[in-house]
């Protein structure tokens, strides 16, 4: 399953990981030496820019974790990195990857000198698993011609694995399936291509992701967290209350390991509202109900093993149904983050798409101190601080007709 052992003693041969490198197969952050790093200077003017030294390595493998490695960099120091020495520029969507990587850190770094939410500081340890084209379980290469990146490139599949419950980097997308194409030139490969669940909306649309300066990030971020009136709940309706903390509980259990009770979508279409239909029903569901007697569902809103309603599974469909009087279900949406409970439902969209106020992704607060937030597609969590380029709507289910 995973890269054959000869890659790694190729990596011996050219220098690319020291001679200390584990016999595994795989490529874990902790078995490679730290890049060099400048000796500090008395009276050194602030850092503006992430250093990370790019050995040009003739192994694939070794340009997809210098990569990994120094946009986490960058993420921990809040600082941007230029990555041109391990990716190809002449690909549009690398520039679009540079691009919104410089976006992310501007945004964290703003978000921690005004104190408007947590910002992860700390760095956890990760693996990268290689995998078979023929393990794949979606259709993404049907839409990538290898031939467009020239002789000699090649093409990696892959998982990031880290430790259970920390949230990593978002463009690591752990526990879901990468796929990357690389070029090769003057013996050495550069990063085209980039394809994870969720990496559409981040940088791989047509559109272009752009830069701004940090005074107008600065006004987008004191209008994003703007604190609005207090949020006063609508008097119960129906008779089954919404629990917040279980559904944040259950996010928590099943975020990164499917709950084979229930049909999985499938990361290739988004298995996100799936998931968040799965965190919602688990506030309400009293203690004998299951998936499979359909308990704590409606006629309308409903999965089990076999499958589900689009209502249950689709983010629009669920908003839309929501804001039917008949719906059976109880909620109250806003739009003020500082206001946000643990098993409230957020749904995101990006500007970096077409459509306006298209909301395609959708998320469980697990953590509202720290705005901690658990997703699926890909199976794993994320910071609300790290939403870059995403404009953001919040829902709380009240009660529930049973």
Not at 3 to 20: K, R, S, T
Request: hydrophobic content about 35%; proline content about 4%.
């Amino acid at each position: 399953m995973k890269i054959a052992a000869v890659f790694l003693a190729l990596m011996l041969l050219f220098g690319c990981v020291p001679a200390n490198q584990s016999s595994g197969n795989d490529i874990s952050e902790s078995e490679i030496e730290e890049p060099s790093v400048p000796e500090q200077v008395p009276n050194e003017t602030e850092k503006t820019e992430t250093e990370y030294d790019f050995p040009k390595c003739t192994i694939p493998q070794m340009a997809v974790f210098n990569y990994f490695s120094a946009l986490y960099d960058s993420y921990i120091e809040m600082l941007p990195v230029d990555i041109s020495e391990v990716i190809d520029a002449d690909h549009e969507m690398m520039v679009n990857v540079q691009n919104w990587s410089t976006l992310l850190s501007m945004r964290r770094n703003i978000i921690e000198e005004n104190d408007y939410c947590y910002v992860e500081t700390e760095r956890f340890p990760f693996v990268i698993e290689y995998i078979k084209e023929k393990e794949l379980d979606d259709q993404r290469m049907d839409y990538v011609d290898i031939s467009d990146f020239g002789e000699g490139a090649k093409v990696l599949h892959f998982v990031i694995n880290g430790e259970a419950g920390k949230a990593y980097p978002p463009i690591f997308a752990a526990n879901s399936q990468h796929s990357m194409v690389l070029t090769f030139e003057e013996g050495v490969y550069k990063i085209a291509y980039h394809y994870f669940p969720g990496s559409e909306g981040k940088f791989q649309n047509d559109l272009p992701v752009t830069l701004m300066e940090k005074e107008e990030m600065e006004k987008l971020l004191a209008e994003e967290f703007k604190r609005g009136g207090d949020i006063v709940l609508p008097e119960q309706k129906f008779g089954r209350t919404y629990n917040g903390e279980k559904a944040a509980e259950y996010a928590l259990e099943y975020c990164e390991e499917q709950n084979p009770a229930f049909h999985f979508v499938g990361d290739w279409y988004g298995n996100c509202m799936n998931f968040a239909s799965q965190c919602i029903w688990s506030g309400f569901k009293a203690e004998k109900d299951t998936a499979r007697n359909y308990g704590s569902m409606t006629k309308n809103w409903y999965c089990g093993k076999p499958g589900g309603t689009l209502i249950w599974a689709s983010v629009s469909r669920f908003w839309e149904w929501t804001e039917r009087e008949s719906c059976g279900m109880q909620t109250l949406a806003f739009y003020d983050v500082n206001k946000v409970e643990n098993g409230d439902l957020v749904h995101i969209g990006s500007y970096v798409c077409e459509e306006e106020n298209k909301y395609s992704h959708a998320l469980i607060v697990t953590d509202s101190e720290k705005l901690l937030l658990a997703q699926n597609s890909p199976a794993c969590f994320v910071y609300y601080s790290d939403l870059v380029n995403n404009y953001a709507r919040f829902l709380r289910p009240v009660s529930l007709k049973v």
